[in-house]
């Protein structure tokens, strides 16, 4: 048995954990945690500078909800070090670092990517998952496609011919990561494309609540009886036609399929408000509702379709979402509906039939969370042995 008191500080969350690993799961026994979002709401984003203060307000405060002892039967201390928010970062390091010194503890830092890239593992027998996996791991920053394997090389990693790909061993897998976001990533403008339509910040969920509520949802879940159509969407908001183009194009970067840009679809939406607004035409609740879902789904679109061909390319076995944007109903609807594979149109993706879809088993582990951090420093941990 392996125990360790994670601390994570990396951006607007000031979590604290206890994890342990029995040699088949990742237990979370401890998660503690305060969330700045209603702190940053009315700023429609996080100030880094407001950030760093409340967790420095706040650290202590959550871990005083974990007793003395619990801390001296932990093996270690984890903490993320890298990458995001400098100040807040130093806030976690300064905590751990005299936590380690008081308690005699080895510090363990993390890399907070990771401890969203193998977020998937908490709480699931790590035996039970098949490899190679190849994981999407989606925020307000990233957007990342990694191919992991096991300490067997089941031929994911093997596969990989680009030598200038970041390749590394982390625990006992092996992990390379297929490129990443050229500009601006998913989760950055849900929240834009949010503010732009008078939602709030942060913008996912909203978005996603209103993307239900367009009458192009009835023709998505085939809703086909006037009671399933009244329990999907308020009549009282559905348009009989769309006389508005609100459709947005899908920027796939054919030239490199593994990288992503998300900066146009920001642009669309900015391009799309100023065309109604020439034309006099108001921004009703039902137009809100269309250009939300029209924007959801060319978004989850790009994501799906080159998680889906890094998996068919790499022979995944398993195929993986982390991070913010895998709280996403939609994203977890059009990846569990198995339509994808109609809406593709691909002969190859008949392959991935058998394929184990995953997203962390709980949302909470989606978030920046202690949790996470303890099951990286886990892993890092045993590189030692």
């Not at 009315?42 to 974990?66: C, D, M, T, W």
Request: glycine share 6%; aromatic share 12%.
């Amino acid at each position: 048995m392996i125990k360790t008191l994670a601390i994570e500080t990396s951006c607007d969350d000031t979590s604290i954990s206890i994890v342990s690993f029995d040699g088949n799961v990742f237990t979370v026994e401890k998660l503690l945690a305060y969330s700045q979002i209603d702190d940053h709401q009315k700023y429609g984003g996080v100030v880094p500078e407001f950030a760093s203060r409340l967790h420095s307000e706040k650290i202590i405060a959550v871990l005083q909800n974990i007793w003395r002892d619990e801390i001296q039967k932990t093996d270690f201390i984890s903490v993320t070090t890298h990458p995001w928010l400098p100040g807040s970062l130093v806030v976690g390091k300064a905590v751990a670092a005299f936590l380690a010194k008081h308690f005699d503890k080895p510090l363990v830092e993390v890399n907070h990517v990771y401890g969203h890239l193998f977020s998937l593992l908490l709480e699931r027998n790590v035996h039970d998952i098949q490899f190679p996996l190849v994981v999407l791991t989606a925020s307000w920053w990233h957007n990342d496609i990694y191919v992991v394997d096991d300490g067997k090389l089941s031929h994911g990693i093997a596969k990989i011919e680009n030598g200038e790909l970041e390749r590394k061993e982390f625990g006992w897998y092996h992990i390379a990561r297929l490129w990443k976001t050229l500009d601006d990533a998913a989760g950055e403008c849900f929240d834009k494309v949010s503010r732009m339509l008078g939602g709030p910040y942060p913008g996912g969920r909203w978005i996603d609540d209103k993307a239900s509520c367009s009458h192009k949802a009835r023709k998505v879940h085939k809703v086909e009886s006037q009671k399933d159509f009244e329990a999907l969407i308020d009549l009282k908001t559905w348009r009989p036609e769309d006389s508005i183009d609100v459709s947005f194009k899908r920027i796939f970067l054919s030239h490199d399929w593994y990288d992503f840009s998300f900066s146009w679809m920001k642009s669309q939406t900015s391009f799309l408000l100023n065309e109604l607004e020439k034309k006099w035409i108001p921004l009703t609740e039902e137009l809100i509702c269309d250009i939300a879902y029209e924007f959801q789904e060319a978004v989850i679109e790009v994501l799906v379709k080159k998680l889906l061909r890094a998996a068919i390319q790499y022979g995944a076995k398993t195929v993986g979402v982390a991070w913010w944007v895998s709280c996403s109903e939609r994203l977890r609807a059009y990846l569990n509906e198995r339509g994808v594979h109609e809406q593709m149109k691909w002969e190859k993706v008949e392959i991935l039939k058998d394929v184990q879809f995953l997203r962390p088993i709980k949302k909470i582990y989606s978030t920046d969370n202690g949790a996470m951090i303890g099951l990286a420093g886990i892993l890092k941990w045993m590189e030692n042995w």
